[in-house]
């Protein structure tokens, strides 16, 4: 079974910054197009970041756009999500897939390959 793994999560304050890693194993996700997500407690898992196969192209949810920065190395099996700016309601598990499709994709329904989760928690 192709596994991601995500690291790089922790608690951090308010204003603070962390990088997200996910590390892919048993694939080479280089065609793949990938995606983080986060759920808070008690809510719905939503879309944060995602980036094109290739890396050239990327898009964001409108929470985290001008602070959150996603990027891949496809030589290293490995997405990134930058974290700068973090505010309380950043706090959730974060997720890292990974989609067959390629370009794109918005709903969780498009991934194949999902991470365990990550904890990030932001005090004020």
């Known amino acids: 079974q192709v596994q991601l793994v995500e690291s790089g999560g922790g608690l951090v304050q308010a204003g603070g910054s962390l990088r997200l890693s996910c590390a892919a194993s048993?694939?080479?996700?280089?065609?793949?197009?990938m995606g983080w997500f986060r759920q808070p407690p008690g809510k719905e898992r939503e879309f944060v970041a995602a980036i094109s196969w290739t890396g050239g192209s990327t898009r964001y949810t409108d929470a985290v756009k001008g602070r959150f920065t996603i990027s891949r190395d496809n030589a290293r099996n490995t997405e990134y999500l930058q974290m700068n700016s973090l505010k309380p309601e950043d706090t959730a598990v974060y997720y890292c897939a990974a989609s067959h499709f390629g370009g794109i994709q918005y709903d969780t329904r498009a991934y194949d390959y999902w991470g365990q989760g990550t904890q990030v928690t932001v005090s004020s």
């Open positions: 048993g694939r080479t996700f280089s065609s793949y197009s």
